[in-house]
């Protein structure tokens, strides 16, 4: 599949009026994450990998996107989103039972943790928490759907797409301050901003991108 922005990378902005010094120490320390767990368990961390690889799988000509370990760190943080739904716990506690009872459910069904699973098994345990069909015992009444949609999904997602290389793949140039964005209407964009590769045209995109900053 090609590039939608070639040769663009929003790392070349670092010493530009796009970013400030908040933004340079965030990014940083976002890059700098450790890979190993630090809150979960190894064995949850081990799950959290394996369904992190299906909710977005990644390409392999480049290195991947650390969504566990950006997930793990929400976790060390205890970043909430300020609200819940009534039926899920605490955001800990919602990832601790979610990814211990998708593991029990994949050994109950297939004598195996989940990350040990192929594709195809994972994602039918993926569509049965999405339906609301998993109900074992070790969700101690926490919906598997709920668990699902608000906090599996959701959260991996954000994580994803809190990353440098997925801001790469969608033109997306950061927080942009000082600099901020002034072209604001439909299908315009800054001299600043990554252009897009229309058909047959990916070489003067690429170009293009290599001179943003």
Known sequence: MPERYPGYDVLAKRHTPSWNEQTRRVIDARLALPREPRFLSEDEFSTLVAVGARIVPQPNDRPPIPVAALVDHKLVKDHGDG???AALPPLRDAWRRGLRALDQEARDAHKQ???????????ALLKAAQEGRLKGP?????????FFSHRLVR???????????AW???????????????????????????????????ASARRENQRVR
């Open 138 to 146: 070790a969700w101690q009444s926490m919906p598997s759907a709920l």
């Open 168 to 202: 790469n793949e969608i033109g997306f140039g950061g927080p942009a301050s000082p600099r901020g964005y002034v072209r604001m209407g439909f299908n315009r964009r800054d001299p600043w901003e990554a252009a897009e590769a229309r058909e047959g045209d990916e």
């Open 83 to 85: 609200y819940r739904h």
């Open 113 to 123: 943790p989940f990350h040990r699973l192929d594709a195809a098994a994972q994602d």
């Open 155 to 165: 959260d991996i997602v954000l994580a994803y797409y809190s990353h440098p290389t």
